[in-house]
């Protein structure tokens, strides 16, 4: 870990055991599929991107509640091998850990479905008991498998102190418009992008024969009006757009060209990479491209945090990808 005292990535999020099958196809509704492989597996999303940003050779700390449960205390374990301080994990006695159900085909195309467990447990009072913790951290990021009330009480605390503020709005849902005033960097991606606008009331203000990133642009610009100035938005293996509402400047980041093996937690990977590289001190550009080449080798993997690369081999990656024309 090479970060000074204070010098930290915060992750607050949710912790699942993933049950993963792996097959040629992904059923249609009212259909069984035989001849998968099952698998199970360390995940959720904001586990995911703790263990990205302490692969990346950040100082991390990780927040989120787990079930005083078997599963619970496999997480647990797993999450300090990757050496995360776990020390304000909260346990539940009476409500089991998260568990997630995925199924994923030939292509790495994946199919979710989420019981949350404790992870919705958290609560704005459990939070508020972590103020110096969120206040003094160099980067937070949050995704949206807990509580929104809770989401809020966190950016509430981290305006506070001077940390970079990066919300993943991730599985998407409705989001107060006071909320995005505190965030400095949204990360969704196209989907969520596209369904966040709608859900923020817009109405699509672009020509009908915009393309993709016309759009994205557009819509982006929408959504900084709202005092979010920096949104990054993924779109899979073409890789992402980075969008500064202060500048009104848009950057394509192309992805490295790879073959997909698995698309789980390739969004998470990203994540944490991302805050991990802001913490060190890189500009938002910089800080993608490191983000972008970790999920161009998560996707090879099978897994979510198996397949998280580490430091090392991400650097050699962003060598590969400054060559790139």
């Known amino acids: 870990m090479n970060n000074t005292k204070n010098e930290y990535v915060l992750i607050i999020g949710s912790c699942n055991m993933d049950l993963n099958i792996y097959s040629k196809r992904l059923p249609k509704p009212g259909e069984t599929v035989t001849g998968g492989i099952f698998r199970q597996s360390f995940g959720g999303k904001g586990a995911n991107q703790a263990v990205a940003s302490a692969r990346d050779g950040s100082t991390t700390i990780f927040i989120g509640k787990i079930g005083k449960d078997a599963f619970g205390d496999q997480m647990l374990e797993q999450l300090q091998k990757e050496e995360i301080d776990t020390t304000n994990i909260i346990r539940d006695p009476e409500e ?26 958290l609560s704005p009072e459990e939070i508020r008991n972590k103020g110096d913790i969120i206040r003094n951290a160099k980067s937070l990021i949050v995704q949206m498998e807990i509580p929104i009330e809770t989401i809020q009480q966190i950016y509430s605390i981290a305006s506070e102190g001077e940390c970079i503020k990066i919300l ?31 859900l923020l009331g817009f109405e699509e203000n672009f020509e009908k024969r915009a393309n993709l990133i016309q759009k994205i642009i557009a819509i982006s610009k929408n959504i900084s009006e709202l005092g979010i100035h920096n949104i990054i938005t993924t779109i899979g293996p073409d890789g992402c757009i980075i969008y500064d509402g202060k500048e009104n400047v848009a950057t394509k980041m192309p992805a490295f060209k790879v073959k997909a093996v698995d698309t789980v937690g390739a969004g998470d990977c990203f994540n944490g ?53």
């Open 168 to 198: 993943n709005p991730a599985p998407l849902k409705a989001i107060p418009k006071e909320l995005l005033k505190n965030i400095d960097i949204l990360v969704p991606n196209e989907g969520e992008l596209f369904r966040l606008h709608s």
């Open 273 to 325: 990479v991302l805050a991990s590289q802001l913490c060190k001190g890189k500009d938002i550009r910089e800080a993608v491209k490191f983000a972008t080449c970790a999920a161009s080798i998560a996707v090879t993997r099978e897994g979510a945090q198996s397949s998280i690369p580490y430091q090392e081999e991400i650097i050699n990656r962003v060598k590969e990808y400054n060559k790139m024309k």
């Open 96 to 121: 089991h850990s998260g568990v997630a159900f995925i199924m994923i085909d030939e292509n790495g195309e994946n199919m979710i479905s989420v019981a949350p467990g404790a992870n919705f447990l």
